[in-house]
């Protein structure tokens, strides 16, 4: 077999060709940008030790801060618990005097702080409740639910009456972009074209549609353009109740106020 030298000179000429541009515009902003990003790394390194010198003298000087503060509350406490029992003998003369009215005012306090108490405990209790049930349907969803709910919000959109149709077209009509359709799940692709086909009948024209989803949204559907939102979700109801429970309990607590009796000071 014949070798041809001017072929293997040429590759020879452009495999060299090759390294020497390979080295110039490539190794070299590499070893640049290497270089550059050691130096960042060291100057990000310098200012930690900074902060945390910094930090390490804010400490010592709240320590010692903390230290006269407490120096000073003993001192302080020492006063105001000799204030304290020379008041406190005042008081129990004076009360030798006034126990009839001093036993009425505290069973009237008494009676103010179970009222508080009960409402307290009662707020208390109903934001438990609908925190337990939020997480309870967050818990149960699932994508099997969500395809319902597509259907049910489907049908929500071919039933909607003419001032709800009327206004969702003008916010599609005066719409930037295309109309956003949130889901706490990825719906399928029939569930998409199910949605897709409901808004393309219900207002006879293509609409552009955009899929997200949204896990803050339990067990819901929200389809919003310029504005104007339809949504359905078991949240929505929830807040509905939570809402209508908290004006109830106002309006007990205006009943209940209403309803004591003024007491006179002794």
Do not use: C
């Amino acid at each position: 077999m014949l070798i041809d030298w001017f072929t293997v000179g040429a590759q020879v000429i452009n495999f060299l060709i090759l390294v020497w541009l390979l080295k110039h515009f490539l190794y070299r902003p590499i070893l640049d940008a290497i270089d550059a990003r050691e130096k960042k790394i060291a100057k990000s390194l310098a200012d930690a030790d900074a902060k945390e010198a910094a930090a390490q003298e804010e400490r010592d000087d709240f320590q010692h801060k903390n230290e006269a503060f407490e120096q000073q509350r003993a001192a302080l406490l020492s006063e105001v618990t000799e204030e304290a029992k020379a008041e406190r003998q005042r008081l129990l003369d004076e009360a030798r005097q006034a126990a009839d009215a001093l036993s009425a005012k505290r069973q009237e306090t008494l009676r103010n702080d179970a009222h508080d108490l009960n409402q307290a405990i009662s707020r208390r209790a109903q934001q438990e409740v609908f925190a337990i049930a939020r997480k309870a349907l967050t818990d149960l969803a699932a994508v099997s639910l969500e395809e319902r709910l597509a259907e049910v919000f489907t049908r929500r959109l071919r039933e909607m009456d003419d001032p709800s149709k009327q206004g969702l077209g003008e916010a599609l009509k005066t719409a930037s972009g295309p109309v956003r359709v949130r889901s706490a799940f990825d719906l399928p692709a029939a569930q998409r074209t199910a949605i897709q086909n409901a808004l393309n009948e219900t207002f006879s024209s293509d609409i552009p549609v955009r899929f997200e989803t949204a896990p803050e949204l339990i067990s819901g559907i929200e389809l919003a353009a310029n504005g104007h939102k339809v949504a359905w979700s078991i949240a929505d109801y929830l807040a509905s109740l939570e809402k209508g429970v908290a004006e109830l309990m106002k309006e007990k607590d205006k009943s209940q106020a209403e309803a004591k009796p003024e007491t006179k000071n002794p």
